[in-house]
């Protein structure tokens, strides 16, 4: 091979390994490039303040985000929780013990903190929390 050939192939290869890059730089739909967006996922409607005040909780299974407890009323907006009711042990729905002030598992005990943190095992993560506010007569949550 003459040398001339040998240096067009290494410049072909040069370029045609580079040209990959040149195009992903150039792409609009560039990871590296910043989006102007929202950081926060919107207010999800999870129920009524009428359903919450009756028994002092609000359970919606299928909500926008998931299932949903909402814990509290209506008068007292300060101390509304709102958590996933999917026991993270082995995916049972806990139950709000307010005398106690605990969420506790009723397939193997497992309890957990008003703001979802494991008090008790089984459970080796804890409970996914959301805010929760009140909107005219809707009880809605957001993703933290």
């Not at 890059?21 to 999800?44: F, L, M, R």
């Not at 299974?61 to 509304?80: Q, R």
Request: charged residues 20%; glycine residues 8%; aromatic residues 4%.
């Amino acid at each position: 091979m003459k040398r001339r050939d040998f240096i067009n192939w290494v410049g072909l290869g040069c370029l045609a390994s580079s040209l990959p890059v040149a195009i992903a730089a150039c792409s609009p739909e560039s990871k590296t490039s910043a989006k102007p967006g929202p950081t926060t996922k919107p207010w999800q409607k999870v129920g009524t303040v009428a359903q919450l005040n009756k028994n002092g909780q609000l359970l919606a299974e299928n909500s926008p985000i998931g299932a949903v407890l909402v814990i509290g009323t209506s008068k007292d907006t300060k101390n509304l929780i709102a958590v996933n009711p999917t026991c993270t042990h082995e995916g049972c729905t806990i139950d709000w013990k307010a005398k106690e002030n605990k969420f506790v598992c009723p397939c193997h005990g497992a309890e957990f903190t008003r703001d979802g943190k494991i008090k008790q095992s089984p459970a080796k993560k804890p409970l996914k929390t959301y805010q929760v506010k009140i909107e005219g007569a809707s009880v809605l949550v957001q993703t933290i």
